[in-house]
């Protein structure tokens, strides 16, 4: 008789990436997947034993509260059992003040830019998407100007 032990490790595609990545959020070792190594990979660097890239610390602060912690773990863990379908990082908010930005084609930047001229709520606001060289939104308030992306690389 021949007994195999096959061990089983949860693995999930990124649910984000970060503008110009081609590695998501949570995977911290650069293999494609989220899984239980990226949070080994984060204990040991919080352990002192392990060095991450820049990429990478960006890549492990899935919770973006700009430190690399074992909340970022324990939002892993979240994400990889099944309680959250995505990283709070990946719901962030990008306020543009200048009337142009740019952003790569072809790449999900997870931002919403939004007009607030006097800091008292989002009067226009839209999803970020780079899709073509010059994409651009506007609101269908006439009292709020109009804003153009004017290059995307």
Do not use: H
């Not at 998501?24 to 352990?47: E, F, R, T």
């Not at 602060?61 to 863990?77: C, E, M, P, Q, R």
């Not at 059992?81 to 009337?99: D, E, W």
């Not at 006439?142 to 804003?147: C, E, K, Q, T």
């Amino acid at each position: 008789m021949t007994v195999s032990v096959i061990s089983v490790i949860n693995v999930k595609p990124p649910p984000c990436f970060p503008c110009g990545d081609s590695y998501g959020y949570g995977d911290v070792d650069q293999d494609g997947y989220v899984s239980s190594k990226d949070q080994n990979l984060i204990s040991q660097y919080i352990a002192g034993t392990a060095i991450l890239t820049p990429a990478q610390k960006e890549r492990a602060d899935v919770n973006n509260d700009d430190n690399i912690n074992v909340l970022d773990i324990s939002t892993i863990g979240n994400f990889l059992a099944g309680t959250i379908t995505t990283f709070p990082v990946c719901n962030r908010t990008l306020r543009i003040s200048p009337t142009s930005y740019t952003l790569r084609v072809g790449e999900a930047t997870g931002f919403k830019a939004y007009y607030d001229p006097d800091g008292s709520g989002p009067q226009a606001e839209q999803n970020v998407t780079c899709a073509s060289p010059r994409p651009s939104w506007s609101s269908d308030d006439p009292g709020i100007a109009v804003y153009q992306f004017t290059e995307c690389l």
